[in-house]
């Protein structure tokens, strides 16, 4: 019966390709920046041996090419419902909760992503998807306006809510329909360079705060990146303005590292595009609009609560001994800092391993399946040290909050830090949601541990796992 529907991982990777399409014919340097990354990538496993091996274990190599990650701002509780209902289609859920408004960006936020390991091997598409807080806009009367206007728009084709609705009574989509259901969804996520609102409206909404123009003036949530997967990070920012792409100051995330943790990212900045407004007499009016950018990441180990809190502390304290300008004084200084910081997070595979820094994915190796039994009653560390186990990072699928809110700084084109007084509403995020985000810690842990389990009954082994500091 099952065999009749496509497999939702491979409706993910239809919608990446489609999506990547779109983006390419639309925004001509991320097309420059494809080829520069892949570039890159093949020189860097040219160059390093063991990054190649480490790689084709943990399945990251078949992976790299086709790995994305896009962004969209929507703007009300129903269409962050619906975007739910859409993403499950393609066994896309949400992940982590991330509160944008403590740093003046007035959204919060989710990330849908595949959370199997097997998805994940599969295509690790993910949207950051953002829902705009209007109970921040100060002036009643502009906030009950953006209110109407997001009232009356659907962002969704009424073909594309019923394929959902299909699939959730079926269970499935057969092949024409998946197709079918990427090409109406791909509409949602469309640029529309004829704005829902007349130049006075935008520049209203424009005053109160760039994000709020750029959600409220248009027919959808407009894809405003794309973001590949880079192995070398500095080498891609150091190549960009070669190829006439001019990069934010600062890259995002840890310090560069023998070990990569966590997620690095730099931006280049938003384009400005013309834009026709409405006027009364059906008379258009013509102005512009900064929204899409271009964005480049590294991915390195997902980290443990502890590590996280070790990173979130020294990351703390170099911001706040040098603070980056808009226009990237002090990028230099703040690079240094961040390195001097970052001195005392180990920076080996076999420390962050033995102190349970960073998440790792066991497995045999040819040894161990060899040992015949003679594994039996070893603990991990014993069966690791005769060479029986391996470990290997697992790789970081989310994103962070303090880049998140660097990224939009940036892309924004100013520091605007108003410090709004209401804080983190993840239940308000959730009940619009219509359901709980994943907690990616919970779910790096299981991936460990379920690694470790196959591992040891491979090896005919049940030894005491429980090792100082880890799990
Ligand atoms: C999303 C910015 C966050 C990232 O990679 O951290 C993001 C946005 O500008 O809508 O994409
Ligand atoms: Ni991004």
New binding site residues.
């Given amino acids: 019966m099952a065999a009749r529907f496509v497999p939702p991982d491979d409706i993910r990777t239809m919608f990446s390709r489609a999506m990547s399409e779109m983006y390419r014919a639309e925004v001509p340097q991320y097309g420059t920046l494809l080829g520069l990354v892949a570039e890159t990538n093949a020189e860097r496993l040219q160059s390093d041996p063991d990054l190649r091996v480490s790689l084709a274990q943990s399945g990251d190599a078949q992976r790299l090419g086709i790995e994305r990650?896009g962004?969209?701002?929507l703007g009300t509780a129903r269409e962050l419902f619906d975007i739910r209902r859409v993403f499950a289609v393609m066994a896309m859920h949400p992940v982590g909760y991330y509160d944008l408004s403590v740093a003046g960006v007035p959204v919060h936020s989710t990330a849908f992503r595949p959370i199997d390991d097997e998805a994940l091997r599969h295509n690790p598409f993910r949207v950051?998807t953002?829902l705009l807080r209007l109970d921040l806009i100060d002036d009643p009367a502009l906030r009950a306006e953006a209110e109407g206007i997001l009232a009356a728009r659907r962002i969704f084709t009424p073909r594309a809510l019923e394929l959902v609705a299909l699939c959730e009574v079926e269970n499935g989509l057969r092949a024409e329909e998946a197709a079918e259901f990427v090409r109406e969804i791909l509409e949602t996520f469309r640029w529309h360079s004829e704005a829902t609102v007349s130049l006075a409206t935008y520049q209203k909404l424009h005053r109160a705060h760039r994000l709020i123009a750029d959600v409220v003036s248009f027919r959808g949530p407009h894809i405003?990146?794309l973001?590949p997967r880079t192995l070398d990070i500095d080498a891609v920012q150091a190549a960009m303005p070669v190829h006439g792409i001019a990069p934010k100051a600062v890259i995002e995330g840890p310090p560069r590292r023998q070990c990569p943790i966590l997620l690095r990212?730099t931006s280049f900045k938003a384009l400005q595009e013309s834009i026709v407004f409405t006027e009364g007499d059906g008379e258009g009016a013509a102005g512009t609009h900064t929204a899409r950018f271009g964005?480049i990441?590294q991915r390195g180990a997902a980290l443990t609560p502890e590590g996280r809190g070790l990173y979130d502390d020294l990351l703390a304290s170099a911001r706040r001994d040098v603070q980056v300008a808009a226009d990237g004084v002090n990028a230099v200084d703040y690079a240094a800092a961040l390195s001097a910081r970052f001195a005392s997070f180990p920076d080996d595979w076999t420390q962050l391993h033995a102190r349970g820094l960073a998440y790792f994915r066991y497995s045999t190796t040819e040894g161990g399946i060899a040992s015949n039994g003679n594994a039996a009653g070893l603990t991990v560390d014993q069966l690791i040290e005769r060479g029986f186990l391996r470990f290997d990072p697992i790789v970081y699928e989310d994103?962070?909050p303090v880049?998140?809110a660097g990224?939009?700084q940036s892309?924004l084109g100013t520091d605007e830090q108003k410090d709004y007084a209401e804080r983190l509403n993840r239940a308000a995020f959730e009940a619009a949601l219509g359901a709980a985000v994943h907690g990616e810690f919970e779910l790096y842990a299981h991936a460990q541990r379920a690694s470790l389990d196959r591992a040891l009954s491979q090896l005919g082994s049940r030894p005491l796992r429980a090792t100082a500091g880890r799990e």
């Fill in positions: 990650h962004a969209i701002r950051f953002s405003n990146h973001t990212q964005e990441e994103f962070l880049s998140a990224i939009f892309n």
